[in-house]
Nanobody, 126 residues
């Protein structure tokens, strides 16, 4: 599986961005796609994740502001980010994990992700 992110950029606080991640080489029927971010000096954190059966999960810090969606036909996952804050700045990575999740579960907290994209930079200025 190969992942390619796009859509990062620079915006002012309160602005919006939409990230895209195109997945190629996916043959599984059940998998999870997630967005993770890493800022300088901070640990990588899960932002949002979605499973093929429809479960989605968000970090508390982005609930109500970010929306993850998945176009199965295009094997593309999106992250719509609204009301951006400077603390949302960082490199955003798309990740994939094959597997089956319990109802409500996702790969947001997983350490077993199978593939990563190269990342796309998001900068939010105050």
């Amino acid at each position: 599986v190969q992942l390619a992110e796009s859509g990062g950029g620079s915006v002012q606080s309160g602005g919006s961005l939409k990230l895209s991640c195109s997945a190629s080489g996916v043959t599984a029927d059940s998998y999870c796609l997630g967005w993770f971010r890493e800022a300088p000096g901070k640990k990588r954190e899960g932002v949002a994740a979605i499973v093929t059966v429809g479960n989605s999960e968000y970090a508390e810090s982005v609930k109500g502001r970010f929306t993850i969606s998945h176009d199965k036909a295009k094997n593309t996952v999106y992250l719509e980010m609204n009301s951006l804050k400077p603390e949302d700045s960082g490199t955003y990575y798309c990740a994939y994990e094959y597997g089956i999740w319990t109802p409500g579960g996702t790969c947001l907290e997983s350490d077993l992700l199978d593939a990563w994209g190269q990342g796309t930079l998001v900068t939010v200025s105050s």
